[in-house]
């Protein structure tokens, strides 16, 4: 973990260190293998705005070894930025690191979402991958809180998991994920968002075609449009001055950091 303090208008560029889904599975395969800790976040607009709001989501962000790009405007913003990444989202991760911890005979935990959405991804997944051995199920009441989650920490690292996946929202996963790897470092812990909703079926994830034309917000807003109006609004604030950035940051040649510079 770097433990590096983020600023508050740190370009999303300079986070991302994750080129693509395929380099990540390797690296977190052999951190699996060898029992070493790691944490992932999934970078999107939604957390630059709160990254810009929160010094505590700041700091636990700076805690993450690993950081991708979870939504269609980072990887624009960082290849007009000069930095040649692919999408990868929590919700596609789910399913091959399920299969790793198969593979490679990893513990596995989840943390977030409600007890029938885990019960129901559990059977999904031990169903698909023969050898999975899911140890921690744990479902927080409403209004947890990642300050103050010594108990649930405990149960954690008492069920010996060695990957677990958190499924609470940004910013509760990615402050618990730091809080974790901060009292266990051998664990590794990635934040998944809704990807155990999509497995479970009580969330529907937009259709490939939409995915596809990078309509997967649109999708989103339509299904829930209170939850999201002002979100997307939000995020819509801040995209000219990112273009902006990424312009001159590609004239200019230079970054405080960027894709291969801060590498997990």
Not at 17 to 35: G, H
Not at 109 to 132: M, Q
């Amino acid at each position: 973990m770097t433990d590096q303090p983020l600023q508050p208008d740190i370009a999303p560029w300079a986070l991302v260190n994750v080129s693509s889904q395929a380099a990540l599975l390797t690296d977190i395969r052999t951190r699996l293998t060898r029992k070493t800790g790691f944490g992932v976040a999934t970078l999107n607009l939604d957390h630059v705005v709160k990254l810009r709001q929160g010094a505590a989501f700041r700091q636990a962000y700076g805690r993450h070894s690993h950081i991708t790009a979870d939504g269609r405007p980072i990887v624009w913003l960082s290849r007009l930025a000069g930095h040649d990444i692919d999408l990868v989202t929590g919700s596609d991760l789910v399913d091959p690191l399920a299969r790793l911890c198969a593979e490679t005979g990893t513990p596995l935990a989840f943390v977030g979402a409600t007890e029938p959405v885990l019960e129901a991804a559990t059977a999904f997944l031990t169903a698909r991958h023969p050898g999975l051995a899911i140890v921690a199920r744990i479902a927080p009441p409403m209004g947890f809180d990642p300050e103050n989650a010594e108990a649930v920490i405990a149960d954690i690292i008492a069920s010996g998991a060695g990957l677990c996946l958190l499924a609470l929202g940004a910013p509760k996963q990615e402050i618990l994920a730091a809080r974790l790897t901060q009292a266990h470092p051998d664990i590794g812990v990635v934040s998944i968002g809704a990807g155990l909703d999509f497995l479970a079926g009580t969330q529907v994830r937009a259709p490939k075609i939409m995915r596809a034309m990078a309509l997967e917000w649109l999708w989103r807003l339509i299904r829930s449009p209170r939850r999201l109006g002002l979100r997307y609004a939000a995020c819509a604030g801040v995209l000219p001055g990112l273009v902006a950035q990424a312009f001159a940051s590609r004239r200019g040649g230079s970054d405080a950091a960027g894709v291969g510079d801060r590498q997990p």
